[in-house]
């Protein structure tokens, strides 16, 4: 069935680097986007970017440019997210969602993985 | 960078129940590009609904979307125990970039 699967959680430290993985199964990983979400405890959804898995194209929100960098490796069907310059307001649950589109038609995030808990505490 | 706001945050109704809820762009919003999500305690966001009215596969009927511009509805015509949760609408701009409301919690009263 069609699922993404995220890496297990992660402790880190003010100032480091953390790296989340998305990897896919079930449908051509190259056709669709792929969207990180982030969601603090008790708080709303919060979107970070999408990156095209075909073309390599990725686009941030504002707020994240300069600290994220979404990759993947299509041999893998898998997709990362990292995160620089940790502070304690980054401990969140970050989300992969594959973004459907076709033929210039939006169809919603339709699949998403489980959740990788992030904690930033020194 | 548009902003969507959803009202109201909390709508206390009990089963059986209409609810109503709404979601409001700071500027126009093309349809195609509005969806809406339900997220449940501890789970991922499951999308629901997406082009402002298009139900998401195996999504009951109880649930559908309007709307259009700047005022986009997601209306659920009889709350069952399982539609008690938090909503999101979501939306896409010019400069491909993504925002979501702050939500609206369904909670039983």
């Known amino acids: 069935q069609v699922q993404l699967v995220q890496s297990g959680a992660e402790v880190k430290k003010p100032g480091a680097s953390v790296k989340v993985s998305c990897k896919a199964s079930?449908?051509?990983?190259?056709?669709?986007?792929i969207n990180w979400v982030r969601q603090a405890t008790g708080q709303g959804l919060e979107w970070m970017g999408w990156?095209?898995?075909?073309?390599?194209?990725?686009v941030y929100a504002q707020k994240f440019q300069g600290r994220v960098t979404m990759t993947k490796s299509t041999s893998i069907s898998t997709a990362y997210m990292e995160l620089s310059s940790l502070r304690s307001e980054d401990t969140a649950v970050y989300y992969c969602?594959?973004?459907?589109?076709?033929?210039?038609?939006?169809?919603?995030?339709?699949?998403w993985g489980q959740g990788t808990t992030v904690t930033v505490s020194s | 960078e548009i902003v969507l706001t959803q009202s109201p945050g909390i709508l206390s109704l009990s089963p059986g129940k209409r609810a109503t809820l709404s979601c409001r762009a700071s500027?126009?919003?093309?349809?195609?590009?509005l969806a809406w999500y339900q997220q449940k305690p501890g789970q991922a966001p499951r999308l629901l609904i997406y082009?402002?009215?298009s139900r998401a596969t195996g999504i009951p009927d109880r649930f559908s979307g309007s709307g259009s511009g700047t005022d986009f509805t997601l209306t659920i015509s009889r709350l069952e125990p399982e539609d008690f949760a938090v909503y999101y609408c979501?939306?896409?701009?010019?400069?491909?970039?993504?925002?979501f409301g702050q939500g609206t919690k369904v909670e039983i009263k």
């Open positions: 969602a594959r973004g459907h589109w076709s033929q210039g038609l939006y169809f919603g995030m339709d699949v």
């Open positions: 079930g449908y051509t990983f190259t056709s669709y986007d």
């Open positions: 990156m095209n898995p075909n073309s390599d194209s990725t």
């Open positions: 500027q126009s919003v093309s349809s195609i590009y």
């Open positions: 082009g402002a009215s």
């Open positions: 979501q939306q896409y701009d010019s400069s491909l970039r993504w925002t």
